[in-house]
């Protein structure tokens, strides 16, 4: 039941923005510029260890992104991992406009 706290309205749209880049899929329904956007925002506002997690969970020999967070690290917690790919997301999805930063705040 949990994981229905996680997913939010843009989550669908981000996860296949953070796939495309990441399988580095050319023929994608995704436009040149959330293409351009996402490719941008990955480089630069992340962290290393935050790109490696992201590069990690969209590979392709994982079926989902749950199947990603559960491999990664095995050890560390599933619902902190999951959290941290919220924020993540969520922070794509203010950068990208998707939602506002101040309603994006009350609903933390």
């Not at 997913?7 to 040149?32: A, G, L, N, P």
């Not at 996402?38 to 590069?55: A, G, H, N, P, V």
């Not at 095995?74 to 101040?102: M, N, T």
Request: net charge negative; aromatic share 20%; hydrophobic share 35%.
């Amino acid at each position: 039941m949990g994981r229905i706290y996680f997913r939010q309205f843009y989550t669908t749209f981000v996860e296949f923005c953070f796939r495309t880049i990441v399988r580095q899929w050319k023929q994608t329904s995704i436009t040149d510029s959330w293409h351009k956007f996402t490719e941008y925002w990955l480089d630069s506002t992340l962290s290393e260890e935050d790109k490696r997690f992201i590069r990690f969970v969209f590979d392709e020999k994982f079926y989902n992104t749950a199947e990603g967070l559960a491999c990664f690290e095995p050890g560390e917690d599933y619902d902190v991992k999951r959290r941290r790919l919220y924020d993540i997301e969520r922070k794509f999805a203010i950068d990208g406009g998707l939602i506002d930063d101040s309603i994006a705040e009350s609903q933390r």
